[in-house]
């Protein structure tokens, strides 16, 4: 059964920064490429950043470049997300996905939430 397992997140104050993971479990994690989402209140889901399953190719939202890295660790089945310099705009729910034999998997999400 895939399972993912978002954590790392919390409240922070803008120009801070937050490192999210990702813990999976049920699929061989370093055969799939894996996504981080993040969902604003009022706003639809948007795709963040992906990395492939050997974490060589990254893409980023055009709002999150220069300030936020996708990385993994294959022997650890987890997938990283640091995120610097952040905004207000950066509040969200932040999510990481997965496809595995066609199907999509979420994880239950972690609040980000970027406040003075």
């Known amino acids: 059964q895939v399972q993912l397992v978002e954590s790392g997140g919390g409240l922070v104050q803008p120009g801070g920064s937050l490192r999210l993971s990702c813990a999976a479990s049920?699929?061989?994690?370093?055969?799939?490429?894996m996504n981080w989402y993040r969902q604003a209140p009022g706003k639809e889901r948007e795709l963040v950043a992906g990395i492939t399953s050997a974490g060589g190719v990254q893409s980023f939202a055009d709002s999150i470049k220069g300030r936020f890295t996708v990385s993994r660790d294959n022997a650890k089945n987890t997938m990283y997300l640091q995120m610097n310099s952040l905004k207000p705009e950066d509040t969200a729910v932040y999510y990481c996905?997965?496809?595995?034999?066609?199907?999509?998997?979420w994880g239950q999400g972690t609040q980000v939430t970027v406040s003075s």
């Open positions: 049920g699929f061989t994690f370093s055969n799939y490429g």
């Open positions: 996905n997965v496809a595995v034999y066609g199907r999509r998997y």
